[in-house]
């Protein structure tokens, strides 16, 4: 089964549009009606929905690593700098992700993007 994904507020809409035309399921922020939360409430969010985070924000880096070493469980983010991969190279990788990568493979792992 493929895994799902959550996209904060800041992910371009055409990553999701990129990755539903791909059969992946998306949820994002503006549709969750978490606009508002904050970079931790959005990981415990998308943790509860059993959705991967992608985002594009360095805060989430860091809060990831500190729920690692607490040993805190989440459902794994995907990461890709702003200046990093384009619009495309992540829709590919995150495909990639999502149809290859079992839980125990993403369970509170941080993903860096692009995968090459």
Known sequence: MAHAFYMDVHVPSAIAAGLRRRGIDVLTSQ?????QLNDEALLVRATAL??????QDEDLLAIASEWQHQGQVFAGLAYGHQLG??????????????TCANDGEVRSLVIFLPLH
Do not use: Y
């Not at 549709?31 to 606009?35: H, L």
């Not at 059993?50 to 985002?55: G, Q, S």
């Open 50 to 55: 059993e959705r991967i985070l992608f985002t």
């Open 31 to 35: 549709e969750d009606g978490t606009r």
């Open 85 to 98: 991969p384009g619009i495309g190279e992540i829709v590919e990788d995150l495909e990639l992700i999502a």
